[in-house]
């Protein structure tokens, strides 16, 4: 089985989005998908309604969704961590314990846009049409990723 994280800041916007994303693209019997946040923020809340709402837009529930933060055992359990932008880069690899660990985490939009380790902006202060652009951005970054794991 092949396990896959998304990884943001409070894990209540971007992360819950693009886990959903890719659960509805890759079939559950053989891809584990999950996310998580680098900051405490948000633990055990579900995700922000204005994620819910895009999602469900799209025909993608993540209202049972709960937010838990990064560890190190994630490493352990994890194939592929995608991480929104460079600060949740910064905090993954910070606490990586060696190169295996280290290889494992890649930028979302390096997908699209390869090398360029651009940022999924944070639409959390935003209003819902950052949420929307959001939601296209993680969904082509998905579509990729899902081809390249089938």
């Known amino acids: 089985m092949t396990k896959v994280l998304m990884v943001?800041?409070?894990n209540i916007c971007r992360s819950p989005l693009?886990?959903?994303i890719l659960k509805s693209k890759l079939p559950e019997s053989i891809f584990f998908i999950d996310s998580a946040g680098?900051?405490?923020y948000h633990v055990g809340n579900p995700p922000d309604p204005r994620s819910i709402a895009v999602?469900?837009?799209y025909g993608i529930d993540i209202s049972k969704l709960k937010?838990?933060?990064f560890s190190v055992k994630d490493f352990d359990t994890f194939d592929?961590?995608?991480v929104m932008d460079e600060s949740n880069y910064r905090n993954v690899i910070s606490i990586a314990r060696n190169e295996q660990d280290t290889s494992k985490v890649k930028f979302i939009l390096n997908e699209i846009y390869p090398n360029?380790?651009?940022d999924v902006p944070?639409?959390?202060y935003g209003g819902d049409h950052g949420f929307e652009n959001v939601y296209k951005m993680l969904d082509e970054a998905c579509t990729i990723i899902a081809n390249s794991l089938i």
């Open 8 to 10: 943001c800041l409070g």
């Open 18 to 20: 693009a886990e959903g």
């Open 38 to 40: 680098t900051a405490n």
């Open 122 to 124: 944070d639409p959390y």
């Open 55 to 57: 999602g469900k837009k």
């Open 116 to 118: 360029q380790n651009y």
């Open 67 to 69: 937010g838990r933060q």
């Open 80 to 82: 592929l961590i995608y």
